[in-house]
Every structure is written in C-alpha cells, then in structure tokens.
C-alpha cells in the first residue's frame, strides 16, 4: 500500500508563490507517476502535472499548466515537489498528489492513479 501525504499549502496574496510537498512512502515502486492535481471549489478535480519518478521526466495537462507549475522530485524519488508561480484567486483550491503505475508515459488524468493523498489547502486571497 502506497500513502501520500501532502504539505505546503497556506494562504497567500495574489502573485505570490507557493511549493507543495508530496511525500511517498509504502509499497511504491521506485519507476512509478506520481501526479498533482486541485479541486476548485464546486469544480471536478483536475490534473496539473506528473512525473515519472524513474528518471524525473515531467509531463503537464496543457501547455498553461507547464507555464505556472513546476513539477520535481528529490534524488530518492520519495518527495516529489509541485512549484507554483504567480498565484491568483481561481488557482485556490485543495492540492493533492496521487501514485499510480508507469507506463509508456505518466499522464494527469486521474483514471491513471489509485493511491491518493488528503490534500492541502491553498487559498489566494488579497
């Protein structure tokens, strides 16, 4: 069994920055996706970005995400990183990481993971 535990989150202004935290311990395979996603309020959740932690390569939901977040990962692959720049309003919302199996590819869609974290709390607020 794979946990995640998320941290990081908090209450900024507008422009500011924030990194989240994912740290991933368990039964989980050193060549695995770990992904972030968020929940807006009254919005499905969505994915941002993820990263095979084999090798760190990266992969982004769009090009906009790529743009903001900066997905990374620690030497070990156990705490994977979600750098996030020029926070606004509609970027608040809860935070999660999630692990799932490799494939060819990592992908952000959340069909792909089966391991998730509770979350954090990011609120952008002037």
């Known amino acids: 069994q794979v946990q995640l535990r998320e941290s990081g989150g908090g209450s900024v202004r507008p422009g500011e920055s924030l990194r989240l935290s994912c740290i991933v311990s368990g039964d989980h395979s050193r060549n695995s996706c770990v992904g972030w996603f968020r929940q807006a309020p009254g919005k499905e959740r969505e994915g941002i970005a993820a990263?095979?932690?084999?090798?760190?390569?990266?992969?982004y939901a769009d090009s906009d995400k790529a743009r903001q977040f900066d997905i990374s990962q620690d030497h070990a692959g156990n705490t994977v990183y979600l750098q996030i720049e020029g926070l606004q309003a509609e970027d608040s919302g809860i935070y999660y990481c999630a692990a799932g199996p490799s494939g060819n590819a990592c992908y952000t869609g959340e069909y792909a993971y089966r391991s998730w974290g509770q979350g954090t709390q990011v609120t952008v607020s002037s």
């Open positions: 990263v095979f932690t084999g090798t760190g390569r990266s992969y």
